[in-house]
């Protein structure tokens, strides 16, 4: 079994800036690609970054500039630094991991239980 646990969100001002990670643990023989994902009230979970293990990265159009994923693949660890906050940034952060447990399965995703960002006007 894979665990993912992110550190804790807060709140932010406007302009400020909020380092978030994400650690995964447990039987994992390799993480392929991590990232976070952001879900509003009542709206879809939404890509925010992502990485692969190569350092690839992907960003959604409304982060692009301000926020940055990074990994350490020996710490099976990924970090989203968010500079520039908005309030439209306000959302639940959650991260994911595609882990493999073993070598005769592929990978499977699997995702931590949220963390709250909140940016004040």
């Known amino acids: 079994q894979v665990q993912l646990v992110e550190s804790e969100g807060g709140l932010v001002q406007a302009g400020g800036s909020l380092r978030l990670s994400c650690a995964a643990s447990?039987?994992?023989?390799?993480?392929?690609?991590m990232g976070w994902y952001r879900q509003a009230p009542g709206k879809q979970r939404e890509l925010v970054a992502s990485?692969?293990?190569?350092?690839?990265?992907n960003y959604a159009d409304s982060v692009k500039g301000r926020f940055a994923i990074s990994r350490d693949n020996a710490k099976n660890t990924v970090y989203l630094q968010m500079n520039s906050l908005k309030p439209d940034d306000t959302n639940v952060y959650f991260c994911?991991?595609?882990?493999?447990?073993?070598?005769?399965?592929?990978?499977?995703?699997?995702w931590g239980k949220g963390t709250l960002v909140t940016v004040s006007s």
């Open positions: 990485i692969t293990s190569g350092g690839s990265t």
């Open positions: 994911y991991g595609e882990a493999m447990t073993g070598y005769s399965s592929g990978p499977r995703t699997y």
């Open positions: 447990g039987s994992i023989v390799r993480i392929n690609g």
